[in-house]
C-alpha cells in the first residue's frame, strides 16, 4: 500500500493536490495541522481497489517453505504443524475491516470539510458571536466583509479569530489616548444626554480626577438643572466636599456672563437638565451652550444598560442638534456599565456615528468609579457576554425603509474601513504620509508639480525616516527595461521593510564614487544593496568608508578561488551550507537554501599580477516552491564586510534574502508608472516616478509583511477594491491605487457637500 503526503497552506489547496495527483475517488486516510500549514494522506484508488481484492480473495495455499517443514518433520518423525489457513482467513478479515474502517474515515472527513464550505468557514461562528454580544447586523457584516482569506479558507484558531475580531473592533472605536492632554487642555466641558444617565455624578467624578492633578483652584463647577427636586443641592454637596467653586444657573438663563466671569478658571464642567431625545426643548438647550461667548466641548452620556434601538436614536437626535447649532458632537462618556447585560449596542453606536468614548462610569463612588476607556479590554469583556438574546432576531424580513437605512450605513460603513485602512498606512508603512501629500500635488497643474515636489521633499526628508540606520537600495545604472527612466534609489530600515521615500537617479551627483559620498554625509547608510557587484573605483571607495555591500552576481562571472579563475556556477558544488530561508517572492512562498565561500574578486580588465584580488564572499542560493519544495532555480551574489566573522555572515545573508525579495521592484515601479498614466492624467515626469515607486514600494511592504496588521490591511483593501482577495504585489500596488483615488472622491464630496 502506497500512501502519499501532501502538504499546503490550507485544506482547500491540499485537497486541490490530491485530486490533481490521485484523482477525484481519491481515500482520504487522514488530514491534521502541521507548521507549514496542513497535511493530508490518502490512498489513490487502484491501491483501494488491490485492498479489496486482498481482503476477498480465498484463503491461499501453503507456500513451497511450508511444504518443506512438512517434509523435514515427517523425515524427523514427528508430526507436521498446520498450515497457516488460520492466519489466511485472519488476514482477509482484517483487510476487510480496515477497508471498512478506511471508508468510514473518508465519510468523516469528507462531512467535516464540507461543513464549513455549507456553513460559510468561520464566518457564521464569528457573526453570531458579534451578535450574541449585542452587536448589530450592518456592524458585523461590514467587519466580516473583510475576513482575510488566509483565515476564511485555512484552519484557524479560536485564539487566532479571537484577536482578529478584536483588532477589527478597536480600529473602529475611537478612545481617548491621553488624560492629561484632555484635562490639561481645560476649556469648558458641557456634559449633555437623557434624564438620569448619571450627567451630575460624572461631572463631580470629572472635577475630582482634575483636583487630583492640578488641585482645587483651577476648577468650577456650573448646574443648570433647575427642573430636577435637589439637583443644585447634590452638585454642591460634592463641591464642597471637592473644594471647588460652584455655580447655579435657571435652565433658559443665558451662560456668557458667567463664563465671563470664570475665565480664570482653567477648567469649567457645565451639568445640564436631562433631556429626552423628542424633547422640543433640546435644540434650545444645545443653541444656549453654543451661544455661550466661549467654545463649549459637548460631552454626551450614554447609559449602556438603555437598548440599542433607543441609544441609537438618541445620538442621532444630540448630533443633529449640535450641528444646527453650529458646533459637534464628538465626545461620550458611558455610564452605568456595571448594569448592562451587554456592551456591544452602546459600542457598536459610538463606532458607527464615529463617537470618541472618553470615560466609563460603573458606580457612585466618587471618583473611583469613573475609569478612562481602554478599547481592547473594554472589547474582550463586550465580547466575553455572547449568547442569544431572545429580545432580537435577525431573520425578520426587511421592508423598503430597512434596506434604504442599510443602504446608507453601507456606504457610511465603506467610508470607515477607508479611514481605517489610511490610518493603518500611516501608522505602518515608513513615508505613506509623504507619499499621500505627493499624490494630492496630482491635482495641481503639470508646470507647478515638480516645484512642489521638490519643496516638499525637501520638507519632510527627515519627517520619519530614521537617517541613522538606512540600508540602500540601489538602481542599475541602466533604464528599466520597458521605460526610458533609471531605477530611483530606495532605502530599508534596519529590519529590512522598505521605505516610501525614493530618490531620483538624475536627481543623484552624477558618478558612482560622488553618489557613495553623498549618501554617506546624508543619508548615513549602513549598508549598501546593489544591482551588481561594484566596479574598482566603487570597491575603493567603498573599503574607505568600510560600508559593507551585497552585489547580485550572474553564474558565468568568474572569481579567483585557491589561485585560479573559475565561474560561481563551477564553485557552487564547493560551498559550505549556510542556512535555508523563508521568504516571499514575487508574490509566492519560497523557501531559499543558501551556501557561501571565500573567494576573491578582480576588476573587470585587472590582470593576476597587478594586485591582489578583492576578498568578498560568494553565495549560491537555490529556490524552492514554499509548499512542493520544488526546486525554482539558482541565485548567485558577492558581498564584502569590513570585519569578517560569523556576524557578518549573518547579516550578508540576510541582505541576499532582502535583495532577492526586491528584485520585482523596477517592474512592479514601471507597472505603477503606466497605471497612473490612466488613473491621473497628466502627470509631470517626477512626480509621476516618485508616486511609481513609492507605490511599487508600498505594496511590495504590504504584501510580504506577515504581520497582524498587514493580514487585516490586506483585506479590507480587496473589500474596498470589490475584486478577488488574491495575494501578490501587484494585486496590492491596484488596490492602493483604489485606496488614494476613493481617498480623494471622499475629500472632493466631503468638500462640496459639508453641512
Request: charged fraction near 25%; aromatic fraction near 4%.
Amino acid at each position: 500500500m502506497s500512501v502519499r503526503r501532501f502538504v499546503a497552506a490550507s485544506s482547500r489547496e491540499a485537497m486541490r493536490q490530491v485530486r490533481a495527483l490521485l484523482g477525484e475517488d481519491a481515500l482520504i486516510l487522514s488530514s491534521r495541522p502541521v507548521a507549514e500549514g496542513v497535511e493530508i494522506l490518502a490512498l489513490a484508488e487502484e491501491e483501494q481497489q488491490a485492498v479489496q481484492a486482498a481482503a476477498a480473495a480465498p484463503a491461499r495455499p501453503a507456500a513451497p517453505a511450508d511444504y518443506r517443514q512438512a517434509a523435514t518433520a515427517a523425515q524427523a518423525g514427528r508430526p507436521a504443524a498446520p498450515p497457516p489457513a488460520a492466519a489466511d482467513l485472519d488476514f482477509a478479515a482484517l483487510g476487510q475491516r480496515l477497508l471498512g474502517e478506511m471508508q468510514d474515515m473518508r465519510a468523516l472527513l469528507d462531512r467535516r470539510m464540507q461543513a464549513p464550505a455549507a456553513s460559510g468557514g468561520c464566518r457564521g461562528p464569528l457573526r453570531q458571536r458579534l451578535l450574541g454580544a449585542g452587536f448589530g447586523p450592518c456592524l458585523s457584516d461590514e467587519i466580516l466583509a473583510g475576513l482575510p482569506a488566509e483565515l476564511a479558507s485555512g484552519p484557524a484558531s479560536a485564539p487566532v479569530l479571537q484577536a482578529w475580531l478584536e483588532r477589527q473592533l478597536e480600529a473602529r472605536l475611537p478612545v481617548l489616548k491621553d488624560e492629561a492632554g484632555l484635562l490639561d487642555e481645560g476649556g469648558v466641558i458641557a456634559l449633555v444626554g437623557p434624564t438620569g444617565v448619571g450627567k451630575t455624578t460624572t461631572a463631580a467624578k470629572l472635577a475630582a480626577r482634575y483636583v487630583m492633578r492640578h488641585g482645587p483652584g483651577q476648577v468650577a463647577l456650573i448646574s443648570t438643572d433647575s427642573f430636577r427636586i435637589g439637583a443644585h443641592e447634590q452638585l454642591r454637596i460634592y463641591a464642597r466636599l471637592l473644594d471647588v467653586e460652584v455655580h447655579t444657573l435657571a435652565a433658559v438663563a443665558p451662560l456668557e456672563p458667567l463664563l465671563a466671569g470664570l475665565a480664570g478658571k482653567r477648567l469649567v464642567i457645565i451639568d445640564t437638565v436631562g433631556m429626552s431625545q423628542r424633547d422640543r426643548r433640546l435644540l434650545t438647550q444645545i443653541n444656549q451652550l453654543g451661544a455661550a461667548g466661549r467654545p463649549v466641548r459637548l460631552m454626551l452620556l450614554l447609559n449602556a444598560a438603555c437598548h440599542g434601538d433607543t441609544l441609537e436614536e438618541v445620538v442621532g437626535t444630540y448630533q443633529r442638534a449640535a450641528l444646527a447649532a453650529g458646533t459637534r458632537l464628538r465626545d461620550c462618556i458611558v455610564s452605568k456599565c456595571d448594569e448592562a447585560a451587554r456592551l456591544g449596542p452602546v459600542l457598536d453606536i459610538l463606532m458607527r456615528h464615529g463617537l470618541r468614548l472618553n470615560y466609563l462610569s460603573n458606580g457612585q463612588q466618587v471618583p473611583e468609579d469613573l475609569q478612562v476607556a481602554e478599547a481592547r479590554p473594554l472589547l474582550q469583556q463586550a465580547l466575553a457576554v455572547s449568547q442569544p438574546s431572545p429580545f432580537v432576531s435577525d431573520g425578520e424580513a426587511e421592508g423598503a425603509g430597512r434596506r434604504l437605512d442599510s443602504w446608507a450605513r453601507g456606504l457610511f460603513g465603506r467610508g470607515r474601513s477607508l479611514a481605517a485602512a489610511f490610518e493603518t498606512l500611516r501608522r505602518e508603512l515608513d513615508g505613506f504620509a509623504l507619499l499621500e501629500r505627493a499624490w494630492r500635488l496630482a491635482a495641481l497643474p503639470a508646470g507647478v508639480q515638480g516645484e512642489r515636489l521638490a519643496r516638499l521633499l525637501e520638507a519632510g526628508d527627515g519627517e520619519s525616516v530614521d537617517a541613522g540606520a538606512r540600508q540602500l537600495l540601489w538602481g542599475g545604472g541602466k533604464p528599466v527595461p520597458g521605460a526610458t527612466w533609471n531605477m530611483p534609489l530606495l532605502s530599508l530600515d534596519p529590519e529590512g521593510r522598505l521605505q516610501l521615500r525614493p530618490w531620483l537617479a538624475h536627481r543623484l551627483p552624477s558618478g558612482h564614487e560622488q553618489r557613495l559620498d553623498w549618501a554617506f554625509e546624508q543619508l548615513k547608510a549602513r549598508r549598501h544593496l546593489l544591482p551588481a557587484a561594484p566596479e574598482s573605483g566603487l570597491l575603493q571607495a567603498l573599503a574607505r568608508l568600510r560600508s559593507p555591500w551585497i552585489g547580485a552576481a550572474r553564474s558565468g562571472n568568474r572569481v579567483e578561488f585557491q589561485a585560479e579563475r573559475h565561474s560561481l556556477a563551477r564553485l557552487a558544488a564547493v560551498a559550505e551550507p549556510h542556512d535555508s530561508l523563508p521568504l516571499r517572492h514575487r508574490g509566492r512562498p519560497l523557501w531559499l537554501e543558501l551556501r557561501h565561500l571565500p573567494v576573491g574578486l578582480r576588476a573587470a580588465g585587472e590582470r593576476a599580477g597587478d594586485a591582489l584580488p578583492w576578498p568578498v564572499e560568494a553565495w549560491f542560493g537555490t529556490l524552492r516552491d514554499g509548499d512542493s519544495g520544488q526546486s525554482l532555480g539558482q541565485r548567485h551574489w558577492l558581498a564584502w564586510s569590513p570585519e569578517p566573522g560569523r556576524r557578518a555572515l549573518a547579516e550578508q545573508a540576510d541582505g541576499v534574502r532582502l535583495l532577492l525579495a526586491c528584485d520585482d521592484l523596477p517592474a512592479l515601479t514601471l507597472r505603477a508608472w503606466r497605471a497612473l498614466g490612466e488613473v491621473q492624467g497628466a502627470l509631470q515626469t517626477e512626480l509621476r516616478l516618485f508616486l511609481a515607486t513609492a507605490l511599487a514600494a508600498g505594496a511590495s511592504r504590504l504584501d510580504r509583511s506577515a504581520e497582524d496588521w498587514a493580514m487585516d490591511l490586506r483585506a479590507r483593501l480587496a473589500g474596498l477594491g470589490g475584486g478577488r482577495r488574491l495575494r501578490g504585489p501587484a494585486q496590492q500596488l491596484d488596490a492602493l491605487l483604489h485606496l488614494l483615488a476613493a481617498g480623494d472622491a471622499f475629500r472632493q464630496l466631503g468638500g462640496e457637500f459639508e453641512p
